[in-house]
C-alpha cells in the first residue's frame, strides 16, 4: 500500500500532475465537460446534431491524441479525453 501512496504523491507533484503540471493536467480535466455535452447530443433528434460540430470535433480528437504523444511529459489524460472526443 505504501508504493502505491508514493507513486501517487509522484503523479500528483510531478510534471503531469495537478501541483506542478498545470495546462497539462487543467486543461484536459476541463475539456472533459466537452466530451460530456456531446454525450447529451445522443438524445437530441438525428436532424438537430450539428454535422460541421461533430466532424470537428471528430477532427480536434485526432490531432491532439497524436500530440499528447509527443510532447514531453506524454499526457495520458490528455490522449484519454481526445481519443474519446474522436
Do not use: H
Not at 495520458?76 to 481526445?82: E, F, G, K
Request: proline share 7%; aromatic share 16%; charged share 10%.
Amino acid at each position: 500500500m505504501a508504493a502505491a501512496g508514493g507513486a501517487f504523491k509522484q503523479w500528483f507533484n510531478g510534471p503531469a500532475g495537478p501541483v506542478a503540471g498545470g495546462v497539462f493536467f487543467w486543461a484536459p480535466t476541463f475539456k472533459w465537460a466537452i466530451s460530456m455535452a456531446n454525450i447529451a447530443d445522443l438524445q437530441r433528434p438525428a436532424e438537430k446534431v450539428s454535422y460541421p460540430q461533430q466532424c470537428a470535433i471528430a477532427a480536434t480528437g485526432v490531432i491532439w491524441s497524436r500530440y499528447s504523444l509527443v510532447i514531453n511529459p506524454v499526457n495520458y489524460n490528455l490522449l484519454a479525453v481526445n481519443a474519446f472526443m474522436a
